[in-house]
């Protein structure tokens, strides 16, 4: 994999690609009007700093880039079930699997603070660039996005590092044991994803480090649920469901 410019070279884009290509441990090579096609033939993936923001190009024809339909669908539908399972107070939450930040933007839209980890450098680079520039065309939303606090670094890790009771809620969204086909917005994903699976020792941190509460969500086939305590929230004709353990109960 390289890291380059679009066509439109400008002297911005350019720094950015050099900045980036530093923090990625990637080489930076100057597009010099070369095809997209050209640079995947000789170097194979493609990383593009574009005006519009990030773009992943795999040499295969598939793409991987940041963009919040998702989460502007749920901001407008009159109900979400995690924001339910989460509760109406202003919450710290910590989005202990990032991805696309769906989920971190409903949350921090809603008027939770979002911290969100990501392991995967590529992905973390690509999402958290654009929830700082991305423009959805609604500033409340754009606020939203610009709030999340995003780190690069596995769940478990950063959980050892913080001191008891730091958040109020941990959400844990792992890539599904079983696959949705209908998910095509994960396609581009994929490639680059963590597919660790919920341990006992990631459950014994978050149990630490949670003050009200751990959510976990998964496919409806998954053992997660049963396996570490999980009560299960059925949602009927669904494909995934969510799961808490209620550490301190509301009064």
Do not use: W
């Not at 917005?185 to 009200?212: D, H, I, Q, W």
């Not at 009560?231 to 808490?244: A, D, S, W």
């Amino acid at each position: 994999m390289i890291i380059t410019t679009s066509s439109r070279l400008t002297r911005e884009l350019e720094e950015e690609a050099l900045r980036l290509s530093e923090v990625l441990h990637l080489d930076y090579v100057e597009r010099k009007k070369q095809s997209l096609v050209k640079l995947q033939e000789r170097f194979g993936d493609v990383l593009l700093v574009t005006k519009e923001g990030l773009v992943l190009e795999y040499a295969n024809g598939q793409s991987f880039s940041f963009h919040p339909d998702t989460a502007i669908l749920r901001i407008k539908a009159p109900r979400d079930p995690l924001l339910e399972l989460i509760g109406g107070l202003p919450l710290s939450v910590l989005d202990a699997t990032m991805g696309l930040a769906s989920d971190s933007i409903v949350l921090s839209f809603a008027g939770h603070e979002v911290t969100a980890l990501e392991s995967q450098p590529i992905i973390e680079t690509v999402v958290a660039h654009g929830l700082q520039t991305f423009d959805t065309g609604n500033p409340d939303i754009n606020q939203a996005m610009r709030k999340i606090r995003t780190h690069c670094v596995d769940s478990l890790s950063f959980l050892k590092s913080q001191p008891e009771q730091s958040y109020d809620v941990i959400y844990c969204d792992p890539m599904f044991s079983e696959v949705i086909t209908e998910s095509e917005n994960l396609s581009g994903l994929k490639p680059l994803a963590n597919y660790a699976v919920f341990s006992k020792e990631l459950l014994t941190e978050a149990r630490r480090v949670a003050r009200k509460k751990i959510i976990i969500k998964a496919h409806f086939r998954d053992k997660v649920f049963g396996n570490f305590g999980f009560f299960r929230h059925v949602r009927p004709n669904q494909k995934f469901h969510y799961g808490e353990i209620i550490i301190k109960e509301e009064r």
